[in-house]
């Protein structure tokens, strides 16, 4: 469950009290780990996998509530909250109320904060400055900009000029200040969140995206890292090959990684990223495993993503290089997708483990390799991932738009899954829970949808789809003590409490 998915009456998900309330329900209920979505600031499609920056924070995700105990913010400033609905998130609402305000709290900390309180303020840039003071000024200018995509500014930011450089941070010194204040405020709730969950043995699984949105600090700060042309712009994008969710394929739009150039410089930039996701996280998922591999390259004209190839990746040399700087990594593989034997190769070198999903358990035979009888031990099993469709919708939908299945290939599996788990389908959500619980799979995760049993309406993610994703949220009724009760109860039949 993401953070944003959190309920509260301020429109989004945030580090506040609540935060500390799921991480209750967490341990009371017996459970280990917490798995959020890319905590980045969020970019194209409210996605948290296209984000302005590899290093930042969502200030989104900032509690105002917390910013009101400290004194950045007057309790009356969060009396005149407009209507949100509370089982979505409206981000460009959230967006318009949330920002004026955390702009205020920084004016309000610059006016009147004590020198100590400053002086860790200052502390926290000092010690960030490898990316923050570019990350701050990135957005100042995006924002003065209207918008628009880095390489639509002016000829002398895009291109980094030093003489435009030092005439924008003259120019946006006051609203700079205020995005490091954000991401300030973010870490420091950020960490003490994941304080208060370790102090109750609940670890927090992170999520590491392979690949940079375009519009980032990250490509305009080192467009040498990445396959783009003079202007800055893609010569090919990243994506993936037609497969379960799109004859088409999906066409992400990421540029490519120039991994001579990071090699070349000891992969120093993936260190610095691994070292800052290590340091907010106990687990990462690091996404699209395979790409490190080989990754599927669309040149930038093409419309979708069938006309593309394989392009290989690092390979062993960027994981060798990573555990040669900090030791035997916590990652999980998400080996999803067009997996091969070098692909495999490659997870067994690192010694993480990979992910099984049962909603693709059971369109195929009873060798699939994601049927419960079929697991090794290091993995983790998922009844379905924020890219699915929830158990239930998954259970009761026909043909849809996100699937390639057939009507009679829907049935089949329907059927195999009865005939598997054991069931008429009542409860379908409770079974796919029961069968991850009590596999030999070292990690059980299940998203809150599915402990809920919600349909499609409760879904995070269609692939493809541009809008309209990343908005579900729960309301605190949902989780009742029958709920929690009933997974604990799992939890210790199959001895998964180690606690």
């Keep these: 469950m ?15 009290p609540e935060a500390y309330r799921f991480v209750d329900f967490l341990q009371s209920a017996g459970q280990q780990i917490w798995q959020v979505l890319p905590i980045g600031p969020i970019g194209h499609g409210n996605s948290p996998y296209q984000s302005f920056s590899a290093f930042a ?49 920084c ?24 990316w923050l003071e570019d990350f701050a000024l990135f957005m100042a200018v995006k924002d003065a900009s209207g ?30 200040e205020s995005f490091e204040f954000q991401q300030y405020q973010f870490f420091k709730q950020w960490q003490g969140l994941r304080r ?45 090959p037609p497969d379960y969710f799109s004859e088409t394929g999906q066409r992400w739009g990421n540029p490519l990684y120039r991994w ?55 390979g062993a040399e960027l994981f060798d290089v990573l555990e040669q700087a900090m030791g035997e990594l916590p990652i999980v593989a998400e080996n999803l997708g067009f997996i091969t034997p070098e692909v495999e190769a490659l997870r067994k070198h690192c010694g993480c483990p990979g992910m099984a999903i049962l909603q693709f358990a059971f369109g195929g035979h009873s060798q699939n390799s994601f049927l419960p009888h079929n697991y090794s031990r290091d993995l983790v099993v998922y009844t379905g991932t924020h890219d699915n469709d929830t158990t239930l919708g998954w259970w009761t939908r026909g043909v849809s738009r996100d699937s ?59 692939p493809g789809r541009a809008q309209g994703n990343w908005r579900w949220r729960y309301v605190p009724e949902m989780l009742t003590d029958d709920v929690r009760d009933r997974l604990k109860d799992l939890t210790e039949t199959y001895g998964r409490r180690h606690c």
């Design 2 to 16: 993401h953070v944003t998915s959190l309920p509260g009456r301020l429109g989004i998900g945030d580090l506040g």
């Design 57 to 105: 924070g969502n200030p989104l995700l900032i509690s105002l509530e917390k910013l009101v105990e400290e004194g950045w913010l007057r309790r009356s400033d969060l009396k005149q909250v407009p209507l949100f609905p509370v089982h979505e998130v409206d981000y460009p609402e959230v967006i318009k109320f949330k920002l004026p305000l955390l702009h205020k709290a």
């Design 107 to 130: 004016d309000n900390f610059l006016r009147k904060g004590s020198p100590s309180q400053k002086e860790d303020y200052e502390s926290f840039c000092q010690q960030n400055r490898s």
């Design 147 to 176: 918008g628009k995509v880095w390489t639509q500014w002016d000829h002398g930011i895009a291109r980094r000029e030093p003489a435009a450089i030092s005439h924008w941070q003259s120019k946006l010194q006051k609203e700079a």
């Design 196 to 240: 208060y969950s370790g102090e109750r043995n609940v670890q927090i699984m992170g999520d590491i995206p392979i690949f940079i949105a375009h519009n980032s600090a990250d490509v305009w700060v080192n467009p040498k890292f990445f396959d783009v042309d003079e202007q800055g712009n893609p010569t090919c994008v990243a994506g993936v």
């Design 260 to 314: 001579d150039i990071l090699s070349d410089e000891g992969y120093q930039w993936w260190i610095d990223r691994f070292e800052a996701n290590l340091s907010c996280f106990d687990i990462i998922k690091l996404d699209h495993f395979r790409g490190f591999e080989a990754c599927w390259v669309i040149p930038a004209s093409e419309p979708s993503a069938a006309n593309g190839r394989w392009l290989k990746g690092p």
């Design 404 to 462: 390639t299945s057939t009507q009679e290939e829907i049935k089949k599996e329907r059927e195999f899954a009865r005939q598997y788990l054991n069931t008429n389908g009542h409860e379908i959500h409770w079974a796919f829970i029961r069968a991850a619980v009590a596999s030999v799979a070292d990690i059980a995760i299940i998203p809150l949808q599915d402990l809920l049993g919600l349909g499609s309406e409760a879904r995070m993610n269609v």
